[in-house]
C-alpha cells in the first residue's frame, strides 16, 4: 500500500489504532502487513514522525451525544420559536433574502461570511456596556451568568453547534448581544449608541429615519427613529454626514428581519439585566417600542402593539411577528367548499367585485396591520390595507414566514396574507388594478417588477388555504369564489365597464331608459282612458 503525503515530509499516524508510515512519495515498509498490534506498539525509528490520535466514527458519534446531553441537561425541551435555517426549496427563490450583507448575529453565518461577524465593532459594543454597567461588573461577570444558561440557549437552535466548545458559544452571545444593546438597547446612562450621531430631529429624515437612540430631557434614551426601506439609503446617509445612516439601514435590516441571523431574546434580556440590575425599562419594552415606533408604525405596516402580559418573544425577528398577530376575521362556514387557489384581481374585478383600501393606523376605521383584509358583502368590496412596498418589504415578509414554516405554535397569518396576495396580485394588471384602488404604494421600476415578486413570494412555501386553523382568510376566500360565480353580477359588471369609460354612451343609456319611461306612463294612461270606471 503506498501513501503520499503534501503536508508533512514524512509522518507516522495512529489511525483507528493502525500505525500508517507516510512518506513523501515513499512506500510502505515491505513488513507492512504484520500483526496490526505489533505495528501500533512498535516505536518509530524516524525522529520525524508524528503520532496523532484520530477518535473513531463510533468515539466521535459517542462525543456528540455526550455533548447534546450536557447542553440539554437543564431539563428543558427544544425551546420555541426555534432558530433554524431556511429550507432549500424556499432559500433557493431569493437566496439573498435570507443572508446577512452587513453583520452576522448568532452561529449560524459566523463561518459562512467571516468578513460579516464585526468583531472589532462588538468588541467596542462590549465597552460600552461594561462603562455603562454597575460598579464591579467584568467581563468574566458576564461569562459566568450566561453559563448557566447555556444549556437553555443551545436549545432554541435547530442544531446543537457541538463543534463549538462553551467558550466560544458564550463569547459569541455575549458579543452579540452587546451589540444588539448598543444599537438598539435604550439602556446606556453615559455613553450614546453607534447611531447616535444621526439627525436630532426624528421628523427631519424623508425616509430611513433621523435617530435611533436620542435622549429625553431627564437623561434616559428613547428610540425615536426610524429606519423604513433601503430605497432611500442614499439620500438620507449624505442627510447624516456620510454612511451613518446608511449603516443604520443596514444594521436593522440584518439585525431584525432574518430568520437565521437571530440569538435568543432572553440572552439579550439577560446581558440588559446584569448591566445594571433594577432597571425600570426591561430590553423588551426598550426594544419593541423601536421596533413598533421605528420600523413597523413608519412603514405603516402595523400598529399593533407588545402589551406587558404578552408572551415574550423568542428572538429579534418573533418581535416583529408578535406585531402581526390577531388580525381580523370572517366568519367561516366548516362545511363550506374547498377554497384552493385564489383568483387574480382582474378576474375578481372582470366578475364584480370591486377594490377599496383603507389606511393602517389606530382610527376607528383604520386597520391595525396589514393582515386586516375584509370584506363588505353589501357592495361586493374587498377591503385591503394599503401595502407600501419598498426594497425590505419581500425580505420582511419572506423571513417572517420562514419563521411560521419552522413554528406552527406562532401561528400562519403572515404566510396566510402573503399566499393571498400572492395569487391576487401576480400580473402586472393586476398590481395596476390595485395600485389605482390604493391597495398597493410602490417605488420600484414598473408593475410588471411588483407582480413578478408577489408571483414567486410564496414559492416553497408549505400551506393549506383550507385549513381552518391556519388559514384565516379562508370565509373571504369563500365569499370572493361565491361572488365570482354569480352570473347576474358579471353581467351587470359587463356592461358598467364596456360603457362607463364613455360618458355619451351613459348619457344614451340614461335618455334611452327615460323614454322607455315615459312610454309606459303614456301606454298605463292610454288604458285605462278606455274604462272611465277603472279610474274611479
Partial sequence: ME???????????VLKGIYIYMTLGGNMPDNSQTNMEDQQERPS?????????IPSPAQALEHELVVRRRHRSSG????????GVVHD???????????????????????RNPSIIREDDKLTSLETILSASCPGATVQTYLDELALIEGRARSF??????????????????LDACYVLDWFGNFVPDNISPAANLNSSPASAPGDGSNIIARENNGSPVANGQVEGSNQASSTASAAGGGNKLEAVLVVRDVFYLAENQIPFFVIDKVHSLSCPGRSVPAVKAIARYVSRCILQKQQYSMATVEDGDEPPGNLLHLLHQHFSNPTTEPYSAAGETVGRCRTAMEYYINGVNFSSRPVGTGAMEARCILDVTMDHGSGTLVLPRLRIDAQTWRILRNLMALEQQNQEVGSHVTAYCTFMSQLACTARDVELLSRSGVIVHLLGNNKEVAKLFADLCKGIVFDADDTDHNYLRATCQALNELYRSRPRRWMALLVQKYSDNPWLVVGVIAAALGLLCTMVQAIYAVLSYHPGAAN
Fill in 3 to 13: 501513501c503520499k503525503s503534501r503536508l508533512n515530509k514524512n509522518a507516522g499516524v
Fill in 45 to 53: 525509528s524516524d525522529p520525524r514522525a508524528v503520532f496523532v490520535d
Fill in 89 to 111: 426549496l424556499t432559500r433557493n427563490v431569493d437566496e439573498q433574502e435570507y443572508n446577512p450583507h452587513y453583520v452576522s448575529i448568532g452561529p449560524y453565518h459566523r463561518k
Fill in 157 to 174: 437552535y435547530a442544531h446543537s453547534f457541538s463543534e463549538m466548545n462553551s467558550m466560544e458559544f458564550l463569547r459569541m452571545l455575549l
Fill in 76 to 83: 428543558s425541551q427544544p425551546c420555541t420559536p426555534t432558530i
